[in-house]
């Protein structure tokens, strides 16, 4: 950190500048929220299809979520620990959806469960489109790769002597992972939770896709956010996109706090 | 007993090349060598942590070179302690016996039994990272030697140590030698240390073991260039 004694020199001042005006320009994105959200909040709660696509979105998002962290915990040690089959095609295909447009992967998703196989689960009971598993299928697609680029970041930082060690003192691999493993990257793990969740909450690409907006059957917040504009109802959508702002800082605030945790723990550590 | 026989191990861009030794029960040796030399990577490979390329390794006769670290029966101290910094001292200390499903009552005993020894039972429940250095490593010391291992394997255990706690880890070191007729294998770059706990030292240099000695032959000049002037500087500094 600079001595504020010291005169700023032109690239200060600049990256001074530049931090200013994106700050005020996201402070009016945001104010626009809040201000035209607050007005017409109270109307939230009169209204049974806002109510609904709330209560969707935080199931579908937690349940999502909780799916896609415990398939990317898997999928993170083996990329990082085991790798009996090393290939970068592996972990390339696996990420490559952070990068595709969520469209597209909600193209993809519908072609899949449109076809025969679609048909049979809708058979066995289990119907993805049009219907909330689809959203919770959608949320767990788009934030999968997320989720398993968040958890191998930290089990690549990791040091690997703490399970050597765990080893040597006879543990084996299930024993090390969980006894030495998982406790060392759980904060980590509740802070991709808490990433992965808003993520979920604010998906709306893949989504639209696979299952449409439907009221009252498969209408998330964006997706109510989306419909109130369509038709005109401009205070409804700012409220629900407050809604969804206050989701969003209280993640925000959750995440900012365990990370601050971690960067204590490591300095004593 | 354990036998290193023609040991290589390639890692990356550096080589363990042809490493021979034997060590007797109740006997211990020291390896120094300067740092890259490859001293770590040779304690590892005994714990079971890198699989060689080629060559064995038997401990009591029995060949452990395709056996996991953790079916080796091998105790191991890193120079920075390796605790588990989300378990209490007392957890640290118990895990080897914890992950061998041993009742908990006597788990605790045996902890308390060492811990009293070792004179760290006032900080059995608190975490590691309050702990001072020395604390550290006498907790990394007691996981060890509370399974009994057939082998110690220290790395630089004693670096950046106090006299006092310095002392009260060999005097424990040696004790554990002559109560269990164990071996010890130590990575040192303290010639003193070598002098005081080892029966043989051997000098590594790049990957090779270029000279065995003894703590009265240490200093004796070598056929070798290089162990020659590893020792010299080491004698100046």
Redesign the interface.
């Known amino acids: 950190m600079r001595d504020s004694k010291y005169p700023l020199e032109k690239f200060e001042i600049l990256s001074f500048l530049i931090t200013s005006l994106v700050f005020l320009f996201f402070l009016t994105i945001i104010s626009f929220i809040v201000v035209g959200g607050f007005s017409s909040i109270s109307k939230v709660f009169f209204s049974k299809e806002i109510r609904f696509s709330i209560g969707l979105s935080l199931l579908t998002a937690t349940i999502s979520t909780l799916i896609a962290i415990v398939i990317a915990i898997f999928i993170s040690f083996y990329l990082e620990k085991v790798k009996f089959i090393k290939s970068p095609i592996i972990s390339t295909i696996i990420e490559l959806p952070l990068s595709l447009p969520y469209l597209v992967i909600g193209l993809s998703l519908l072609l899949i469960f449109s076809s025969p196989l679609g048909k049979t689960l809708r058979n066995m009971g289990i119907p993805v489109i049009f219907s909330p598993i689809g959203i919770v299928v959608a949320q767990l697609t788009v934030n999968l790769p997320y989720a398993i680029k968040l958890i191998r970041s930290e089990l690549t930082k990791l ?1 690997s ?2 399970e ?9 691999r299930t ?1 090390t992972f969980f ?2 493993t998982l ?2 990257i ?1 904060v980590s793990i509740i802070i991709a939770f808490a990433l992965c969740w808003q993520r979920a909450i604010g998906e709306f690409g893949a989504t639209l896709m696979l299952v449409g907006i439907t009221a009252m059957k498969t209408e998330t917040l964006p997706g109510a956010i989306y419909l109130n504009i369509a038709t005109g109802d401009t205070d409804m959508a700012l409220a629900a996109a407050l809604i969804m702002l206050f989701f969003c800082l209280v993640t925000l605030l959750i995440t900012t706090i365990l990370q601050k945790k971690i960067k204590v ?1 490591s300095r ?2 | 007993m354990i036998k290193i026989d023609n040991f290589s191990l390639k890692r990356g861009s550096f080589c363990l090349s042809n490493i021979n030794f034997n060590i007797e029960d109740g006997q211990s040796i020291a390896i120094l060598g300067e740092t890259g030399s490859g001293k770590t990577m040779l304690l ?1 490979s005994i ?3 890198y699989r060689g390329n080629s060559g064995c390794i038997y401990v009591n006769g029995k060949d452990v070179s395709s056996i ?5 029966g ?3 101290v ?1 120079q920075d302690y ?1 605790l ?3 378990m209490s001292v007392r957890e640290n200390i118990g ?2 016996l914890k ?2 499903k041993m009742d908990k009552s006597l788990i605790d005993m045996k902890v308390n039994e060492i811990a009293k020894q070792f004179h760290i039972s006032n900080i059995l429940d608190k975490n590691p ?2 702990i001072s250095g020395g604390e550290k490593q006498r907790t990394a010391l007691c ?2 030697l509370i ?1 009994n291992p057939r082998v110690l394997l220290l790395d630089e255990p004693f670096s950046a140590m106090d006299p006092n706690t310095k002392q009260i880890l060999i005097d424990a070191i040696i004790d554990y030698k002559k109560k269990y007729n164990g071996i010890i294998i130590l990575v040192t770059h303290d010639f003193k240390e070598a002098i005081k706990l080892a029966d043989t030292i051997h000098v590594l240099v790049k990957g090779k073991l270029k000279a065995t000695k003894t703590p009265s032959t240490l200093f004796m000049a070598s056929e070798n260039y290089e162990v020659n002037t590893f020792l010299q500087c080491n004698t100046r500094g």
């Open positions: 040091d002597r703490l050597f060690t765990a080893s040597i003192l006879g543990a084996n024993q006894a030495i406790p060392q759980r723990k004593y550590d | 590892e714990a079971g942590i996991s670290s953790n079916k080796r091998i105790g191991f890193y390796c588990f910094n989300h895990f080897g992950v061998k990272s309050v996981r060890s399974i």
